[in-house]
C-alpha cells in the first residue's frame, strides 16, 4: 500500500503469517519497485528461520516475477503462490491489515517525510498490532500472545 508524505508516496509492503496474523516481514520504501519487497520477504525469513518449505502467495504485481524475487524465493526454499488475475479474495488477509493501519494509524493524514511515516508505522505493527491489537479469529488475543498460547499448548503446559 502506499503512503502520503510531503516528499512523495512511501510504499510499504507486508508479510504476514496467515496461522497467527503476524506482520513477520515489512519494509517501506520511496518507490514500489522489488526491492521493497525483497526487504519485507528477507525479514521475514530472518525472524521465523524456517525449517521446511514455506509457502508465500502475493499479488500478481511486477515486483513478484522478477528474476530477483524468484531467486530470492529458490534460495530460501519457498513456494511461490500467485493466483489469477482479478482475484481479490486471496490477499484479503494484507488487505485487512491494510485498512486497519489506514483506519487506526494513518487515517487522511500525511507525514512530513517518509521517515516519519517509517517511524509511526513501526510502532503501529511492532508496539501496537503484533503485540496489543485483539484478532477476532485469533479468539481475541493478539498476534504474539495467540503464538505464545500455541507453543505452550504444543508443549503440554
Not at 528477507?42 to 514455506?54: D, E, G, N
Not at 500467485?82 to 507525514?111: P, Q, W
Not at 501496537?128 to 477476532?136: C, T, W
Request: hydrophobic share 40%; net charge positive.
Amino acid at each position: 500500500t502506499y503512503i502520503r508524505t510531503l516528499e512523495g508516496f512511501a510504499y510499504l509492503a507486508i508479510v504476514i503469517d496467515l496461522y497467527s496474523r503476524r506482520v513477520v516481514g515489512w519494509s517501506m520504501q520511496s518507490r514500489q519497485t522489488t526491492d521493497v519487497v525483497l526487504q519485507a520477504l528477507h525479514m521475514a525469513v530472518w525472524r521465523r528461520k524456517p525449517k521446511q518449505r514455506v509457502l508465500i502467495h502475493s499479488d500478481q504485481g511486477s515486483q513478484f516475477t522478477s528474476m530477483d524475487w524468484a531467486a530470492f524465493i529458490r534460495a530460501h526454499n519457498l513456494e511461490h503462490s500467485m493466483s489469477r488475475r482479478g482475484n481479490c479474495h486471496d490477499n484479503a488477509v494484507a488487505e485487512s491489515f491494510f485498512s486497519s493501519l489506514k483506519r487506526e494509524r494513518i487515517r487522511r493524514r500525511t507525514y512530513k517525510t517518509r521517515e516519519e511515516a517509517r517511524q509511526d508505522v513501526f510502532d503501529y505493527v511492532e508496539m501496537f498490532y503484533n503485540p496489543v491489537r485483539k484478532q477476532v479469529r485469533n479468539g481475541m488475543l493478539s498476534p504474539v500472545e495467540f503464538e505464545r498460547q500455541q507453543i505452550l499448548h504444543a508443549e503440554g503446559v
